[in-house]
Each structure stands twice: as structure tokens, then as C-alpha cells.
């Protein structure tokens, strides 16, 4: 029972262009999800966080954005440069409770 | 501000071993997650502690057990190990309070023979 789940495994985007990154998620008890990036043999880096009650959040580059009707939530990286490339993962959680479900991961891909 | 430590980077053992593995969180943080990555099963939740209690657990069997030190430093400890148990472990620590961002350590790479 996958409750987090990235349908795109992979992902290739021109450098300087947009990337979108997609997330769905079953459990309508999360409220507050969160994206990391990975490079491989390393542990995940976080990016960008969003809490239930807002539908976007912001930080540089980088935007989250959540439809809780849908149960959906996207990464924006604009513009995309080629040092993002790696592995990004969604992850969510329960109010009060500590743990993490991640995503299968999406490896984007940035090309020059 | 130090980040998430684990060690070792890398363990070799062999099946029916135990092994331990360390984690010292963020400075400050008291709550330390601990979780397996494996290639046909992504990142998976093992526990949680918070001031050395363990406030989650995910579904691993009891071989699978840890500790929190009143440092918040943790450890995992895993019993007559599985060649499925090779995976990388990664401890997270966050400063415990609701819906806080969880920062991830290196991991150590455990491979069974």
C-alpha cells in the first residue's frame, strides 16, 4: 500500500527551462509534506517543506505547490541548471506523528 | 552548525551477525529517525526516537531495534542479519516539534554476505 507515490521515475528537462516534478499521495490524514534531493550513496538534502494549510510555498528556485482536493503536490525548479540533476524524493507526514513516507523518487536530468 | 554524523560509512558483515550502527544528530535536535533505502523498496521508516523514547515505529520485524542516548545520540542495532538487510541506512534528526523539516546524515552502506 504505497501512500506516496511519484508515477515519473525519470525526468529530462533543457537547462534553463522549467521542471516539474509530481507527487501523489492517498492518505488524507497528511499535513505537511516536504521534497529532498539525492545524490546517489548520499543521504538526502531538503528542499522545500508545505504544510496543509497553505497551497504554495516558495524559496528561490524552487516551488511547492499542493491541491488537497486532488491529494497532488509539485516541485517547480525554475530555471532548471544542470547541477540539479539527482534524484528527488516527496515525502509526507501525520500531524504528530514523526515519520516520513517517501515517494519512489523522480530522477531528473538537466541537460546543458 | 555540525550536521547529522553516522558512523561508519560502510559495514561489511556476514549473514547471522549483529550489527550497530551510530547516528549523532544536529546540535539541539531531540529527535532522531531512522530509516533503510533499498532499490526495490525506496526509503522505508524504521523508528523514531524523542528524548530517548521511541515515539514511532515502522514495520520491521524485532531484529530491528534502537536506542537514544540523553545526548540524542541513537543507535540501531540489527540481529542475525539477512543478506536482505544489505541497504544504505539513513538517520534524520529534526528538533522534534510537530511538522519540523527532517535533515538526513550520510547513511552507512551495510552489505551482508
Known amino acids: 500500500d504505497q501512500q506516496v507515490k511519484q508515477n515519473s521515475p525519470s525526468l529530462s528537462v533543457q537547462e534553463g527551462r522549467i521542471s516539474i516534478l509530481n507527487c501523489d499521495y492517498t492518505n488524507s490524514m497528511f499535513d505537511y509534506f516536504l521534497w529532498y534531493k539525492k545524490y546517489p550513496a548520499e543521504g538526502p538534502t531538503f528542499l522545500i517543506s508545505i504544510s496543509s494549510i497553505k497551497d504554495k510555498n516558495e524559496d528561490g528556485r524552487f516551488t511547492v505547490f499542493l491541491n488537497k482536493s486532488a491529494k497532488h503536490l509539485s516541485l517547480h525548479i525554475v530555471p532548471s541548471q544542470p547541477g540539479d540533476s539527482a534524484v528527488y524524493f516527496c515525502?509526507?507526514?501525520?500531524?504528530?506523528?514523526?515519520?516520513?513516507?517517501f515517494g519512489q523518487g523522480t530522477e531528473l536530468s538537466v541537460k546543458p | 552548525k555540525a550536521g547529522v554524523t553516522q558512523t561508519p560509512r560502510y559495514l561489511i558483515k556476514t549473514r547471522g551477525q549483529q550489527v550497530t550502527l551510530s547516528c549523532s544528530p544536529i546540535s539541539g535536535h531531540r529527535s532522531v529517525s531512522w530509516y533503510q533505502q533499498t532499490p526495490g523498496q525506496g526509503l522505508q521508516f524504521l523508528f523514531e526516537?524523542?528524548?530517548?523514547?521511541?515515539?514511532n515505529k515502522g514495520n520491521f520485524p524485532g531484529r530491528f531495534s534502537g536506542r537514544q542516548f540523553s545526548n540524542s545520540r541513537s543507535e540501531m542495532n540489527v540481529s542475525t542479519l539477512e543478506l536482505g538487510d544489505s541497504a544504505l541506512y539513513l538517520c534524520?534528526?529534526?528538533?522534534?516539534?510537530?511538522?519540523?523539516?527532517?535533515?538526513f546524515g550520510q547513511g552507512t552502506r551495510l552489505t551482508v554476505v
Open positions: 526516537y524523542f528524548s530517548e523514547t521511541q515515539r
Open positions: 515525502a509526507a507526514s501525520e500531524k504528530g506523528r514523526g515519520k516520513l513516507i
Open positions: 534524520a534528526s529534526s528538533e522534534g516539534s510537530l511538522n519540523t523539516e527532517a535533515f
